[in-house]
């Protein structure tokens, strides 16, 4: 009896372990969703795009595909959902704490942080974080100022980094969603600005 007992509770373990392999990092989202957060933060104020008629443009609804709606894991058969299903697409950055930390960046950055990306006294690090590259660019009277902006920074950089994978649902997404930002911070940055690669500094 405990051994045809045994049977149903493996299987119910073997398919719980298949589940999980099916979750996966959904790299493009989240590069998309960066991109967003990224320019928004270091891209000069710009107004909003205006349609011919005067009004603003509004980005169109994405209409779900055909394809969303007859696709079928014969996981449902026996009441499991397919686990990859909670990683698609609607990659989320618009939560109320993300939004505060982004707001707080992006007047940071306007404010105390841009014009040492100009000078050179600031890179973006590998790490995602900033860092100060050159402290003899920043005058005498600045460096307080600036270093505790740069650490003000770095620490809602590593937030925002948190708060988006819990967002998603995925805690352990953290070190992979400060991968895509890295990239992202060094292909967003202006014409002269410095970053780290392979441990040597760069200039775009």
Same mark, same amino acid.
């Given at each position: ?34 991109? &967003?957060?990224?320019?928004? /933060?270091?891209? %000069? +104020? @710009?107004?909003? !795009? ?75 690090? &590998?790490?995602?974080?900033? /860092?100060?590259? %050159? +402290? @003899?660019?920043? !005058? ?65």
């Amino acid at each position: 009896m405990r051994r045809w007992f045994a049977v149903p509770v493996a299987a119910t373990l073997l398919l719980s372990a298949c589940v999980t392999i099916n979750v996966y990092f959904p790299a493009a989202e989240a590069k998309e969703a960066a991109k &967003e957060f990224v320019e928004k /933060v270091i891209n %000069d +104020a @710009a107004p909003p !795009a205006q349609t011919p008629g005067g009004g603003m443009a509004l980005r169109a609804p994405v209409q779900p595909t055909r394809e969303s709606h007859l696709a079928f894991d014969p996981l449902m058969l026996i009441g499991i959902s397919p686990a990859y299903a909670q990683s698609q697409p609607d990659f989320n950055i618009q939560t109320p704490a993300i939004r505060a930390i982004q707001s707080r960046m992006e007047q940071r950055f306007d404010n105390d942080l841009r014009p040492h990306f100009d000078s050179g006294a600031l890179g973006f690090g &590998e790490d995602g974080l900033v /860092v100060v590259r %050159d +402290a @003899a660019a920043i !005058a005498l009277k600045d460096r307080v100022p600036v270093n505790t902006a740069v650490a003000d920074e770095n620490r809602d950089r590593k937030a925002v980094y948190r708060e988006i994978a819990v967002a998603n649902g995925h805690p352990e997404w953290e070190g992979q969603i400060r991968s895509v930002f890295a990239k992202q911070w060094v292909d967003s940055a202006k014409s002269g600005w410095w970053y780290q690669r392979g441990g040597a500094w760069k200039q775009k």
